[in-house]
């Protein structure tokens, strides 16, 4: 069975702070995606990243970055220096194999608030 | 379109009532998902189009619930007899596969009173 868990419920931070959000997913598979979306008070969810698998490289964007590490299963997203701008509820989500070879469903974590204060 | 399109963005009904969401994914998107998000809650799968294959549907919680896609376009996600329970934003995804970014469009929010 897949699963994500985002253990962190909210986030509350002040301005220009860093921080990380937490993601821990399980699969059987080997072959699987992960993602990370941002849900602004708009309501619309933002894709953020996908990576695959197979590539554990660390990646940076601008003041996000994601630490992928498959010997403990996780996927955490840091923003740095963070702003206003960056309150949001993020998830995390796994895309994994079906039994007909391709992927389907995003099985997502319950996601986090985070809360930047000026 | 430029993005996933939902309508209505607010829809209202007495329980009972049988209700009609529509989703217009992106051009050329072969993949079409329906999710749904309660209150406070995270996103559970109801249903995913792939091309003409025919739809999983292993995530719908009840028979009252269906989904059809037209030309491999517009979606359709029907609830009947609508229970307060499904109170809910139902949120359409697109995606060029499903191992892609999904663009999610910005929901169809349901109050069943």
């Known amino acids: 069975a897949q699963k994500v868990t985002q253990a962190q419920t909210e986030i509350s931070v002040v301005e220009k702070e860093d921080v990380t959000l937490d993601c821990v997913y399980e699969?059987?598979?080997?072959?699987?995606?992960l993602f990370w979306y941002k849900q602004p008070p708009s309501g619309e969810l933002v894709f953020l990243i996908r990576?695959?698998?197979?590539?554990?490289q660390n990646e940076i964007s601008g003041r996000y970055s994601w630490n992928f590490q498959k010997s403990t299963s996780s996927f955490n997203f840091t923003i740095t220096a963070s702003q206003v701008v960056d309150s949001a509820v993020y998830f995390c989500?796994?895309?994994?194999?079906?039994?007909?070879?391709?992927?389907?469903?995003?099985?997502f974590g319950a996601g986090t608030r985070l809360a930047v204060h000026p | 379109g430029a993005g996933v399109s939902q309508s209505p963005s607010n829809k209202v009904t007495e329980k009972g009532k049988d209700v009609e969401l529509r989703c217009d994914p992106i051009s050329g998107h072969t993949a079409l998902y329906w999710y749904r998000q309660s209150l406070g809650q995270g996103l559970e799968f109801l249903i995913y189009f792939q091309g003409n294959s025919a739809p999983d549907k292993s995530g719908l919680p009840s028979d009252r619930f269906s989904a059809e896609r037209t030309g491999g376009s517009v979606s359709t996600l029907t609830i009947q007899r609508t229970q307060q329970e499904d109170s809910a934003v139902y949120l359409c995804?697109?995606?060029?596969?499903?191992?892609?970014?999904?663009?999610f469009g910005s929901g169809t929010r349901l109050t069943v009173v």
């Open positions: 990576r695959n698998s197979f590539d554990e």
């Open positions: 989500a796994l895309s994994a194999p079906t039994s007909a070879g391709g992927y389907n469903k995003l099985i």
């Open positions: 699969t059987r598979d080997t072959t699987y995606y």
């Open positions: 995804a697109s995606s060029h596969g499903s191992s892609y970014g999904y663009t």
